[in-house]
């Protein structure tokens, strides 16, 4: 069973703080990775995509892969209370001729004021 | 434009009732996705359509039925629900299967089974 894992948090920063979430996959054969952001009560939206090994930097915000470690992070720089979100970790899976996203528990970002 | 629209967005349902949860996406993705998610968990894969054929069932019980009428369109009839059916469903599209695709969501119908 291919596993994705992240803590569950609550993650707690202070407004303009740098936010550091973690995300592990047990799949060393997995090539690409998502992150996603999840309002409470709405749907996930794509934040990042990253399917090469180092940063990728879009806004405030940096993924970072590290295939031989098996992990990958998301760094959101100068953090706002509307950032206070879950954030999931998503890893495809390709089989019988379709795909699916095997996401980690998602972890709980609040932003202090 | 990557808008996935589905309708409607709240239903209640008895355990009796028959009702449909229908997606729809005009990006011309030829992979269409309905999950389920329940409260502080993530979304779990039910079925995946590629190409207007259903391609995954993730082993969901029969009282949920998908079809998918062309390649715009995603249904999901219900019918004879259970109370630990009440969840958000969210329908996803991409532009295909690989790995590399991204999924986009729609809103989600919130369905309430008493």
């Known amino acids: 069973q291919k596993e994705v894992e992240q803590n569950s948090g609550p993650l707690s920063v202070p407004e303009g703080a740098i936010a550091s979430l973690n995300c592990t996959y047990s799949?060393?054969?997995?090539?690409?990775f998502f992150w996603y952001r999840q309002y409470s009560g709405k749907s996930p939206e794509l934040i990042m995509f990253?399917?090469?090994?180092g940063d990728k930097e879009d806004g405030r915000f940096t993924a970072q892969l590290n295939k031989a470690s098996q992990y990958v992070s998301l760094l959101i720089r100068d953090s706002q209370p509307s950032d206070s979100a879950t954030y999931l970790c998503?890893?495809?899976?390709?089989?019988?001729?379709?795909?699916?996203?095997?996401f980690g528990q998602g972890t709980e970002l609040s932003v202090k004021p | 434009d990557t808008e996935v629209t589905q309708t409607p967005k709240h239903l209640v349902m008895g355990m009796t009732n028959k009702k449909s949860l229908k997606c729809e996406q005009h990006?011309?993705?030829?992979?269409m996705y309905w999950y389920k998610q329940k409260a502080k968990k993530p979304p779990e894969l039910m079925f995946v359509?590629?190409?207007?054929?259903?391609?995954i069932n993730e082993s969901v019980p029969s009282r949920f039925s998908p079809e998918c009428p062309n390649s715009s369109l995603l249904n999901l009839h219900l019918h004879a629900l259970q109370p630990e059916d009440s969840a958000l469903y969210l329908c996803?599209?991409?532009?295909?299967?690989?790995?590399?695709?991204?999924?986009?969501f729609g809103p989600g119908t919130r369905l309430l089974v008493l």
């Open positions: 990006m011309g993705h030829r992979a």
């Open positions: 998503a890893v495809p899976l390709f089989y019988n001729q379709g795909g699916k996203l095997i």
């Open positions: 996803a599209s991409s532009q295909g299967t690989s790995n590399s695709e991204t999924q986009y």
């Open positions: 359509y590629s190409y207007e054929k259903l391609s």
């Open positions: 990253i399917y090469s090994n």
């Open positions: 799949d060393r054969g997995s090539q690409s």
